[in-house]
């Protein structure tokens, strides 16, 4: 079992750059999500998809873009990349988007910004 | 001020020590309540969920709300070396969902052999 797959692990960027950080899962979930992850900040979400087809921004969606034509499949575009966005990218997916559901989260993109 | 507020940590324990873990929170709205384990270089596990006040048991995790201290707690019993990790308290209002989850900037835990 998969789970949740992200890539890269790791990336280094220039300032200015655009890069895709990858998501799929294997779960038939309808509910995907980003967050970055910053010290002393805890999770933010960025983005989230309630199923193919259908997007919506989160807390922090600036600087980033998002699509979901699949229900595998949730990348997640930095356009022009800025040192602030210097962090680590979760990925994660639940069956819906109601709290009792446990989501499943991959193991992070960690992503550094020069 | 945040939201949601918790101490970072490092929190050091002999091992089969009682380990508690606290968040403080000041959106009276908050009905929804979870605790997440984080492993180095890991993403984030779903331990414990709760809804609205009261004790939850699973194993040996037992998730504490007080909605009127605004005081959520995780408490570990017997504690073991694999439980050294960060744990996130998360929380959100009735019915909004995971759309609008607050999360505590996490408590890390080292328990020592």
């Known amino acids: 079992n998969a789970g949740v797959t992200q890539t890269p692990k790791f990336q280094v960027l220039k300032t200015g750059q655009s890069m895709t950080l990858q998501c799929a899962q294997d779960?038939?979930?309808?509910?995907m999500s980003w967050y970055r992850q910053d010290p002393g900040m805890g999770l933010r979400l960025i983005h989230y998809?309630?199923?193919?087809?259908?997007?919506d921004q989160g807390e922090v969606p600036n600087g980033y873009n998002v699509s979901r034509s699949t229900t595998e499949d949730f990348p997640l575009r930095l356009l022009s990349a800025a040192p602030s966005q210097t962090s680590v990218y979760f990925c994660a997916s639940s069956l819906s988007d109601r709290n009792n559901q446990p989501q499943h989260f991959g193991d992070g993109t960690r992503l550094s910004i020069l | 001020q945040k939201e949601v507020e918790q101490d970072p940590g490092p929190l050091s324990v002999p091992e089969g020590a009682i380990v508690s873990l606290n968040c403080t929170y000041s959106?009276?709205?908050?009905?929804?309540f979870m605790w997440y384990r984080q492993y180095s270089r890991k993403g984030p596990e779903l331990l414990m969920y709760?809804?609205?006040?009261g004790n939850k048991e699973d194993g040996r995790f037992t998730a504490q709300v007080d909605k009127s201290s605004k005081y959520i707690s995780l408490f570990i019993r017997d504690s073991q070396p694999s439980d050294s990790a960060t744990y996130l308290c998360a929380m959100s209002e009735e019915d909004t969902g995971r759309r609008a989850l607050t999360f505590g900037s996490g408590t890390r835990l080292q328990v020592q052999p």
């Open positions: 998809s309630v199923g193919a087809g259908i997007t």
């Open positions: 709760t809804y609205s006040s």
């Open positions: 779960m038939n979930h309808e509910y």
């Open positions: 959106n009276s709205a908050f009905q929804y």
